[in-house]
């Protein structure tokens, strides 16, 4: 039972790289989330996607892109990676249950230098 | 706009005392309401959860949060702490509809000495 899995654990880029973060969930979930975690301020949502096709804009989108490529999959991308980026990022997906509760990944540590 | 304000960023208590985080939200309707926990390097788990019901919510761990909509509160509460339950606490509010993101507080880091 995997639940919500995230690739790669931890990650260094250079500033101005770029790369993908993956997310996958079993759970047969339609919404998922791209949230990002900082010291003292939470979490913070990234980019969502109610549905397979769609996705909206959270609190602190710039600088990301996300596709929802399949019912499964959420993956979130940094194009231009900037010190300011670093953070650990955490995939969710949330099912539709009496009390809908969001299901988390181990989170991937990235650091731009 | 929802909204979670936990007052309290770092809590120490000795083992064996007890606990309780403070969550206050801020929401239009009757919101879901979540606590999870963070222990370190690891992603969050579900304590608990309430929409409605009984105010008094049991969750895994021995952990049990009240539910008081004329204080706008949600607190976690444990009768004894022990020094596995050392990590970071984050309250969460949701909204009806499925598809809404949980909205999480800072968190609380709970230390807890011997």
């Known amino acids: 039972n995997a639940g919500v899995t995230q690739t790669p654990k931890f990650q260094v880029l250079k500033t101005g790289q770029s790369m993908t973060l993956q997310c996958a969930q079993d759970m047969n979930h339609n919404s998922m989330y791209w949230y990002r975690q900082d010291p003292g301020m939470g979490l913070r949502l990234i980019y969502y996607?109610?549905?397979?096709?769609?996705?909206d804009k959270g609190e602190v989108p710039n600088g990301y892109n996300v596709s929802r490529l399949n019912k499964r999959e959420f993956s979130l991308r940094l194009e231009s990676a900037a010190p300011s980026q670093t953070s650990v990022y955490f995939c969710?997906?949330?099912?539709?249950?009496?009390?809908?509760?969001?299901?988390f990944g181990q989170g991937t540590r990235l650091t731009v230098v | 706009a929802q909204s979670v304000t936990q007052p309290d960023i770092h809590i120490t208590v000795s083992e064996g005392a007890s606990l309780e985080l403070r969550c206050n939200y801020s929401y239009g309707a009757t919101p879901y309401l979540f606590w999870y926990v963070q222990s370190p390097g690891q992603g969050l788990q579900l304590l608990l959860k309430y929409f409605s019901g009984d105010t008094l919510v049991q969750g895994i761990k021995g952990f049990e949060a009240e539910f008081k909509r004329s204080q706008s509160s949600f607190n976690l509460r444990k009768p004894s702490v022990h020094w596995s339950d050392a990590a970071e606490y984050f309250c969460a509010v949701g909204a009806f509809s499925g598809n809404t993101p949980l909205v999480f507080g800072k968190g609380t880091r709970l230390s807890v000495i011997a």
């Open positions: 969710a997906s949330k099912g539709t249950g009496i009390i809908p509760e969001a299901f």
């Open positions: 996607s109610a549905s397979e096709g769609t996705t």
